[in-house]
């Protein structure tokens, strides 16, 4: 067949060509219309009571007469055994169409839908193919032979360039475009079955589609390195591939197949439509682009037209690594436990480290009906899956570990399975201290500290960074994280692997991080970004991932934590988001358990707006102070273009302030003295101010707030140390504040900067 079906021309040389096929006895074409005739006849004289009974109705529905199903046969003996579709299906076959063209169709339209909608009801795949045998017996005069509904698509395209049209209507005017090249059929009927059957003739004829109609001694597998790492798990699987492809027809626009599945899911985000589209289009190939439109592939065409699963062994057994593993080995050795599999798979791609991806090649077959749970829990071939294991010829491939990768595990993958407890292979701590950045200036010590109490425990890595504000906790936890996951993933792996959350006051519970069902709209869950780290974690185990808790107690963290603490103290304990059985808007029920690949720093500052932390918060955590502020240690001197006298003066007084005031943890970080340097350089350029009364005033607000505590002898002390320094140095303002501070400590036995 080619584009010049289109032709007058060439639909009238084929039909002379089909007439003589039907005169040639070698050929099968006359022996079909000979007896369609027959089968027709009987059907269209058959009373109401005939119509209805099961005899007929198994005849009608099973018999290949006016088209075969070959590997299509959709089994509907549970809608032929209820006596009312049965008869409701013969009352309605009995109902005269419209005279009027358009009337017809619709009414067509309407016992299309109807038969569907009927069917639904008993489960199982649906037979459209077997649908369309039933109502050209019945309507023959309005059906071409050809039931295969993406066939039909592509003659329909083939002869009426451009015109769309649904799968009722193609019929209608594919007929009525060879009464407009040939003149009227016959009325007899012999003559109609000769026009009924021409379609299917042109089909055939010099058809290039011969790449699903293969036979399965013929499929060539490709190599396990050219080959689709897996397949991805989505809602409804092989049912729900029929809906969009039904949809689709001959070809949809982009927004409007996106616009169509987000009715059909109104939960589903945009990204998970697009992989919902992905996996059609790279898993299962039964969707093409044709310039701006999704259509149709050749496989997605076959797969419309006979509703059979196995339309897509060819390219599953073919081009998805792992799919053909599977079935050959319970082929040869017969029912395997489901785990079993799943370790195998892990051996045929050595990346896929969880049982996620495994688990969605295996969840696939159950749904196209290739594997079946026998009565002691084993997976084994059903009799489709034994058909498909006749198909491999080959001896299935694994990949080389270096070729390895693992599999693409989207937020809507299925993560019911526990995931193996992997050992991340970490660097060596010299390597972690070069890539820390250069002046960074904690001790040796410290980052020694914190490294080994991240990694003592094989599954509970958890720092709480605590002590003076500004010091640099968050700084350090960052660079950690940045250097331990540049060693482990590679530095492009940073962004996708570290997260940090600024805790805000007020969470109360694990919402504020694990994400909530929304109660206004129960199929919606709101995510959040440590969700995502969560399942990224599941997703990839042999993968660090750091989130950093900014300030964790603005609020309770045994509230917001309390999952969290539990999954890592109780090996078993999983990690619940939901009480739905499956995804909620692309959200897993529940992590099986805890993620031993997660590191959680947690930063602290102990004042009057913080909670302190619990025994079930420290018990799980290592603690690491940062009291101790060294000047000398301060990494950026000399960088601000101060001058050198300037710079060394207010270097002296933030030392002896430093020194009087450590005594009641009332000293400064880094942080305040980046602030006091940047407001020097600052007043400096703008000559607004001289240099000892910016000093004064940047520490009048800057340190001078900071200094606040009851009546004791240590605090006593330091205050008057304090203003000695201030007076010493010429800083009236902030002398004069921290005399008052003395006085109120004296008169109240409490003293603060704000009152």
Request: aromatic share 8%.
């Amino acid at each position: 067949m080619t584009d010049t079906l289109a032709s007058a021309e060439t639909i009238q040389s084929l039909s002379l060509d089909y007439a003589a096929a039907l005169r040639d006895p070698n050929r099968e074409y006359r022996g079909w219309c000979e007896n369609l005739v027959v089968h027709l006849s009987a059907v269209g004289a058959a009373s109401a009571t005939e119509r209805a009974s099961h005899e007929f109705q198994k005849m009608l529905w099973d018999k290949e007469i006016i088209a075969s199903t070959g590997r299509g046969h959709v089994p509907i003996e549970a809608a032929l055994s209820d006596s009312g579709f049965r008869e409701w299906l013969a009352e309605r076959s009995l109902l005269p169409l419209p005279a009027d063209d358009a009337q017809a169709l619709e009414s067509l339209r309407g016992f299309y839908r109807d038969l569907q909608k009927r069917l639904a009801v008993f489960g199982g795949n649906m037979p459209r193919l077997k649908i369309f045998r039933v109502l050209a017996s019945f309507y023959p005069r309005h059906f071409t032979t050809i039931a295969d509904i993406g066939r039909l698509a592509t003659l329909h395209r083939k002869m009426l360039s451009g015109r769309k049209a649904d799968e009722i209507e193609r019929h209608h005017n594919v007929l009525r475009r060879l009464d407009e090249v040939l003149g009227p059929a016959p009325q007899e009927l012999s003559g109609w079955v000769q026009r009924m059957t021409l379609p299917w003739f042109l089909l055939q004829s010099g058809s290039k589609d011969q790449e699903t109609m293969a036979p399965e001694s013929q499929l060539t597998p490709l190599p396990a390195a050219r080959r689709r790492r897996g397949m991805t798990a989505i809602k409804g699987n092989y049912n729900w591939v029929l809906r969009v492809l039904d949809f689709v027809g001959e070809g949809v626009a982009r927004d409007d197949l996106f616009a169509f599945i987000k009715q059909e899911n109104p939960a589903l985000k945009d990204t998970s439509i697009a992989v919902n589209v992905n996996i059609m289009r790279s898993e299962l190939g039964v969707l093409d682009r044709d310039g701006d439109l999704f259509v149709p592939s050749k496989v997605g065409r076959r797969l419309v037209e006979t509703g059979d699963p196995s339309t897509l062994a060819p390219w599953l057994l073919t081009r998805i690594l792992g799919a053909d593993h599977v079935i050959a080995d319970l082929r040869d050795e017969g029912g395997l436990p489901q785990r079993e599999l799943i370790e195998r798979l892990q051996r045929v791609n050595p990346g896929w480290t969880t049982g996620f991806t495994p688990q969605a090649v295996l969840a696939w077959l159950r749904t196209l009906g290739v594997t079946e749970i026998a009565s002691d829990g084993r997976l084994q071939l059903t009799s489709r899956g034994k058909d498909w294991a006749g198909m491999i010829h080959w001896k299935p491939e694994s990949l080389d570990p270096a070729e390895a990768v693992e599999g693409t595990e989207p937020i809507g993958s299925d993560i019911s399975l526990p995931p193996e407890e992997t050992s991340v292979a970490l660097p060596a701590f010299k390597d972690i201290l070069e890539l820390l950045p250069d002046g960074f200036r904690f001790a040796k010590a410290q980052i020694a500290a914190l490294h080994a109490g991240l990694w003592a425990h094989p599954r509970r890595h958890f720092a709480i960074l605590t002590g003076l504000s500004g010091s640099g906790k968050t700084s350090l936890a960052r660079a950690y994280a940045k250097a331990l996951i540049a060693l482990t993933s590679g530095p492009e792996e940073v962004p996708r692997r570290l997260l940090t959350i600024p805790v805000a006051p007020g969470w109360t519970d694990p919402s504020s991080l694990l994400g909530y069902v929304n109660p206004l709209r129960p199929s919606e869950y709101v995510t959040t970004p440590f969700l995502r780290l969560l399942i990224s974690c599941a997703s990839h185990p042999s993968k660090v991932h750091v989130a950093v808790l900014d300030e964790m107690n603005l609020s309770h963290p045994e509230q917001y934590l309390a999952p969290l603490l539990s999954g890592m103290e109780v090996e078993d304990e999983a990690l619940v988001f939901h009480g739905e059985e499956g995804d909620l808007d692309g959200v897993p029920a529940r992590l099986e358990r805890y993620p031993a690949n997660l590191v959680l720093i947690g930063t602290v500052n102990m004042d009057e707006t913080t909670h302190g932390l619990s025994d079930k918060v420290l018990d799980r955590a290592i603690t690491i102070e940062f009291w101790d502020i060294d000047l000398d240690h301060y990494p950026r001197w000399g960088t601000r273009g101060l001058a050198a006298p300037l710079e060394q003066h207010v270097r002296v007084v933030l030392g002896a302030l430093l020194r009087v005031l450590s005594p009641v943890r009332l000293h400064f970080g880094w942080r305040v003295v980046d602030d006091v340097l940047d407001f020097m350089k600052r007043t400096g350029e703008d000559a607004a101010l001289e240099p000892t009364l910016a000093l004064d005033w940047i520490i009048y607000s800057k340190i001078v707030p900071k200094l606040r505590g009851y009546d004791s002898k240590q605090f006593r002390e330091a205050l008057e140390a304090c203003r000695q320094e201030l007076s010493l140095h010429g800083l009236k303002r902030s002398e004069a504040k921290v005399m008052d501070l003395c006085r109120d400590l004296e008169s109240t036995g409490s003293a603060r900067f704000w009152r």
